[in-house]
């Protein structure tokens, strides 16, 4: 996987190494991902603790207060979502990467929504997850050429689609669709860049502004793939 | 004598619980046979349902045949029995009614003991011809009880027509809602007590009302009121005793039945889930340990494996969707295909393809021979590319569908590859051409290659969009 800005050098935070939690209800999983970033010998991040159910992590995460916590989606009492709803209200400066096996429209819209700041699958490599996890918590948006389909397709104004309400929040502009075509087409930030003739701050800009609209919008498709599955 | 005006008016009657009932009948057109119980000498006999069943000598066993029935089934049901027209058994239990009432009974009787069962007939319900028959029998006994009336019964009808009619009546909306065939339907149904639709709740209720207004109305005139009044409170205090003794009864069968019914559904559910995994993931698994040494062999048997657990959990036709039967997802739309090429490509060659599709639309000609050529472009660079992953994106939009097939590998000068190159020449930009669309390729040594594939589509074709992708 070479898409999470690979290849782009995310900048490390100024203030030390950046904090990550592990959440996932797979002992096996979390130790293969603390052995992977371990592995990488990456300065710019550190491993500080891990929760294998939706209580511990929310125990865990408060005490602790992690830059990044690397969030599955998928476990028992209400996943990913669960931990989300109870931990981001009250502390927003912790930021959530969703970490999943699952491609599913739903759950990866629904955990955007649920205020994750990025998205990407357990299949991801060492070197990538890791440039992503600075990147979420550097306060950018980590779409992978799967989330940017489905947010595409969810803003997409097709015959049937819902009537624009808002167009400040239920529509992408211009710029904003052809930056995410091209994540889609599997392009890193540096060479979105390059194509468009913009700066990767631009780049960065816009595919922040897109999360925004996909957490803010109300249009009809985001919220039908999570009323779908009754978790809104 | 003195009973006939009874039964006259018992016949009479008939219309009134019918509209209801028939009612009933049309909105559950099922005519599912009840439980074949308590009928002799059923076990000698095989034949299918369709066939109606036969005794010893060859006649038709006697069933209800409430598909048929006006009321309970019962004439239809002894007609077959007797091979004779239903309408004289419908006149000869008119005319046993009119005398002392043995009709009426008789008819209760038999609803009770014979079972319901199969038609065994052709046609399942009761044409209208045969009912308006139904009811011109049962106007003429009324008329004929009129005509009873008339000749000097006047003093019976008082007491006797009413209330005992409005009794009968509300016996033969009870019996009716309790018809066996009901009953079967009740235990089959989740909760019991939800099983009988609200309308049929006011039949039941309307039913006793009738029968206890009837019942009591008829003892007030014949005997003086306050006896009746505490008789009344009497049974009504015995009931309502009754009920409350057995409340705990009740709710635990009804809690039973719903527990029984989610554990069978658990118990299917976690059968077909152990079937699907022992038949792919298992199977993937035990091959991945005889192959552990092989690397490429293993990485193409994990992602073909994925890719199919993927598509039985989350496909269109998933398992986990929400109108998901299982697995089986058939190539007639163009997400469904250009998966299936990039899944075969994944397992020829060893790489991983993900395809991102934004919008879809049912497969044609020209998106047939879009996907091939897609297919061909990840071909070449899963050969030629050197690389672990390929990135597909396609889009279907504004009347143009796009793929582009893009890899980090090796990468070529477009310009230096030679005519006799059919792959790119012929697969891709010849199948492109023919179909109205173009194929761009850009790529530079080193930098990688990306195929730009696009054609023009039928906006009709992508009327039949699927949601989401």
Known sequence: ?232 | MGAEPVTGRSRGSRPGPIPAALLALGARPTGSPGPNTGAPSSGSFTSGPVEPRLTPDGMPKLVRIRDRGVVGGVAAGISVHLRVPVAWVRVVFALLALMGGAGVIAYALLWIFVPAGDSGATDGRPNTAERRQAYGIAAVGVALLIAGTALGFGDWIGYVLGPLGLAAIGGAFIWKEADDTRRARWRRTAAGFVGPTSGSWWRLVGGVVLVIGGLSVFALGQTDFTAVRSALIAVVLTLVGVAIITVPWWIRLVRDLGDERRERIREKERAEIAAHLHDSVLQTLALIQRQAGDNREVLRLARGQERELRSWLYGPAGYASPDGVGPTAPSTTFVAALATAAGEVEDTYAVAVSPVVVGDAAMGPHLAALVAAAREAMVNAAKHAGVAEISVYAEIEGGTASVFVRDRGAGFDPLAVGADRRGLAESIRGRMDRHGGTATVHSAPGAGTEVELSMPVDVEAESATKDGA
């Open chain 1, 1 to 232: 996987m070479t898409w999470a800005g690979g290849g782009d050098g995310a900048p490390a935070k100024a203030d030390g190494p950046v904090t990550v939690f592990l959440v996932d209800d797979h002992a096996l999983f979390r130790t293969g991902v603390k052995a992977e970033l371990a592995g990488l010998e990456d300065e710019r991040i550190r491993v500080v603790g891990e929760a294998g159910s939706v209580g511990e992590a929310v125990v865990r995460i408060t005490a602790t207060l992690p830059d990044v916590v690397l969030l599955d989606v998928h476990m028992p009492d209400g996943g990913g979502r669960a931990v989300l709803e109870q931990v981001h209200g009250p502390h927003p400066e912790v930021v959530f990467l969703a970490l999943s096996v699952s491609d599913a429209a739903e759950d990866v819209i629904n955990v955007i929504r649920a205020g994750a700041r990025g998205y990407v699958t357990k299949t991801i490599s060492g070197r990538d997850l890791a440039d992503a996890v600075v990147r979420v918590s550097s306060g950018d948006a980590v779409f992978s050429p799967r989330l940017a389909g489905f947010v595409l397709d969810a803003f997409s104004d097709r015959p049937g689609a819902a009537p624009v309400t808002d167009p400040e929040l239920d529509m992408l502009s211009p710029r904003e669709r052809e930056v995410l075509k091209l994540l889609a087409r599997g392009y890193a930030y540096k060479e979105i860049a390059a194509q468009l003739f913009i700066s990767i701050k631009t780049v960065e800009t816009h595919v922040s502004s897109v999360l925004r609209k996909t957490q803010m919008s109300n249009r009809y498709e985001l919220t039908r793939w999570a009323t779908d599955r009754r978790l809104v």
